[in-house]
């Protein structure tokens, strides 16, 4: 399969670096939101004084595209839906001082035809702003309108860095117009000299694409965008596993990285240093470490999710973060909550939730953790 990318960067790229001080203040704002869950302030107990600091407004679980690592290709979750509007302001509403609050469940946030006036309610709230998206319906129209609403952060999940390995991830051959979709929208940004939203490439770490992360790192640079994540991958246990999925543990790169994929990341490491890309992985400083992070025995203690944010789906359901998802079938299992029918106190500090953070302070956590990809998402 090739590889092979162009690895000129455009014209007004080639001697960027400083960055204005509006970039720069975004770029530390961002750094600020990033490891906010892995900080604890207080004794860990099953209810929780304080309130969330972030929320999951899943807008949409509909989707245009087939990845085989996500547990929607194969398995119709809930009833499809986008987040009534009423919906979504009554939940932000009731949290008004929540710092963060991300626009992605399990399906495309772009599909939702007034995404960008959603960003602008939180916005109004000072709340920093971000989702993943699979990038195909980005356009300059609705572009645009995400830079005026003040979006903070822009994640782009293309997973590959050609058209092959890109449809045997994603399902759907929309590698190249999507690569023109980011250009055009960072060339975009430059043209109203918008700092935000930043924007990033992901990549989730199989072995079958790791081979992939060099020239990825370079279409990025090609194409304006400064930062490359490569994200872990979560996987349903062999006897869950879909035919056909990605999300399988033979795929994982954890814990079974070769010295060839090793190098391979540390090939990709160094050219994000010569093109000035910053190169990141789940929660760890550098991919090679993120990598290489071994279970513990209680993998599960160092979850500070419970404690800090809350994830509701389009149809009202509060679940305990966005990986139970990937990590076991099924939503009946870890739903804590309907948000159409209690409030997000009563929730928060109800029976479900309750329990599942005493589980999580054992050594027999609820299903759904023991599976689960720790650190998996920034
Ligand atoms: C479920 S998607 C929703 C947002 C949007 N549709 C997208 O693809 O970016 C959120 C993120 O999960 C990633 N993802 C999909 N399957 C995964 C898996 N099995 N493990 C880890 N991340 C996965 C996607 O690539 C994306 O970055
Ligand atoms: S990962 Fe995102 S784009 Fe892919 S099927 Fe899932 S929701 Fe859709
Ligand atoms: S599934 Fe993972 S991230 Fe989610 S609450 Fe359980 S241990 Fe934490």
Redesign the pocket.
Known sequence: MSTLLPIFPPEDLLDQPTLTPEAQQAEEEKNKMRRYFEKPEEQLSPTVAHEPVCLYLETTNR?N?L?T??P?TYEQLEPEADMPWELFTSLVDQYPNIARVVL??????MLVKDLAERVAYLKARNIYVL????GTVLNAMNGRALIDAGLDEL???L?AADPDVYQMVRGKDFFSKIVENVRAFTQLQRELNAPKPMVSL?L?GLRETVDQLPNFVRLAHTIGVREVYL?????FDDAEANENS??RASSALFEHTTEREEALIREAESVAAELGILFSASGAVDPGESIRMKQTDNPWSLCRRPWSLMYITANGRVLPC?IAP?SMKGYGAFTLGDATQDTLREIWNGPEYQRLREGLLTSAPPPACTNC?LR?SL
């Open positions: 989707c595209l990845c690592t996500c929607r992605h469940g399990i399906g495309e946030p989702f993943n998206t699979n994640r782009v999940s997973d992901w989730t994200q872990r991958l979560v996987f990605l999300a966005c990937f990809g998996w």
